[in-house]
């Protein structure tokens, strides 16, 4: 597997915030989920990548070609789902894929009412009378209707119920199977548990890793035990640990050494949410 694109050293400084030497690699025919808490940096890492946003310092590669060097073709080849939603409300769907399909040279009309009708959307029905799940399926409708190689989302799922967001996490699944790539911002790491490939984790505008998710999951635990089991240096296998009297709970990034150490702790499977929050709380 090759990388689609490529994050070097990338910097921005808003003042009261911070992007600090980000760098990461998006592998072709994955789905890369980008966690963090609210305010960690991940929608100003898109803007960066998107050029909404300009960069103090820093590359961006998009199939080994710089990205502002070749703007119009990278904007051509990726797909971008924003939680806003930049519509016309008083629009009708057809009118508004009518403003938006111009803009790509690859813009298939056909692909684009598979996916309407599949999505059950009515073409005539007025953008501003749709539910919000209605939307997301009509911005992912738009961004992948132009053959396009990568479909970034910032947030995408935020607000929904839990069956939308499972129907928009299928439709990801389905997109990726003919080698495409998407790169999906959200705090809802249960969805990511679901669909994703790889994981990128971002803190106070910091990576603080990019790795596959089996491998992750498969490193870390979460152990549960007796007190009397932790003593200096067990406790040092933990990335976060919470005790009282009657026994102890926390996040390992060495299951091995808690195995070898802690010969009676139980080490369940984590989620991605209680390895993200054991780095943050670290």
């Known amino acids: 597997m090759k990388p689609i694109l490529e994050v070097t050293g990338l910097k921005k400084d ?3 915030f911070r992007l600090d030497d980000v760098g990461f690699s998006l592998i072709e025919g994955c789905i890369t989920g980008f966690i963090g808490v ?3 940096g991940k929608t100003t890492t ?3 990548i998107l050029g909404l946003m300009l960069k103090d310092a820093g590359e961006i590669q998009f199939f080994g070609k710089d990205v502002q060097k070749n703007e119009r073709e990278f904007k051509n080849r990726i797909g971008v789902v924003l939680d806003e939603g930049y519509f016309y409300d ?3 769907m057809l009118e508004m894929k009518s403003i938006v399909a111009p ?10 009412n598979r996916h309407m009708e599949r999505f059950g959307l ?4 007025k953008i501003g009378t749709l539910s919000k799940g209605m939307r997301m399926k009509y911005a992912i409708a738009l961004a992948i209707s132009h053959q396009a190689d990568l479909l970034i989302m910032d947030e995408p799922t935020s607000g929904l119920d839990p069956q939308v967001r499972l129907e928009l996490m299928d439709i990801l699944l389905d997109y990726v199977k003919d080698g495409k790539s998407v790169f999906l911002s959200s705090h809802i790491t249960s969805d990511l548990d679901k669909v994703a490939d790889a994981l990128i984790l971002i803190d106070n505008g910091r990576i603080v890793f990019s790795e596959e998710k089996d491998i992750l999951l498969d490193r870390h635990g979460f152990v549960k035990g007796d007190p009397n089991e932790l003593n200096e240096a067990t406790r040092k296998l933990f990335l976060t ?11 390992t990034n060495d299951k091995a050494a808690v195995r070898q150490q802690m010969k009676h702790a139980l080490i369940e499977r984590p989620t991605i949410e209680d390895i993200m ?6």
């Open 46 to 48: 898109i803007k960066l």
């Open 122 to 125: 009515p073409l005539n029905q």
């Open 241 to 251: 640990l919470h005790e009282t009297e009657y026994g102890f709970s926390g996040v």
């Open 103 to 112: 803009s790509y040279s690859n813009w298939d009309n056909a692909l684009f």
């Open 90 to 92: 008083e629009l009708t």
């Open 38 to 40: 609210n305010g960690a």
């Open 14 to 16: 808003l003042g009261n």
């Open 277 to 282: 929050l054991g780095y943050i709380r670290r």
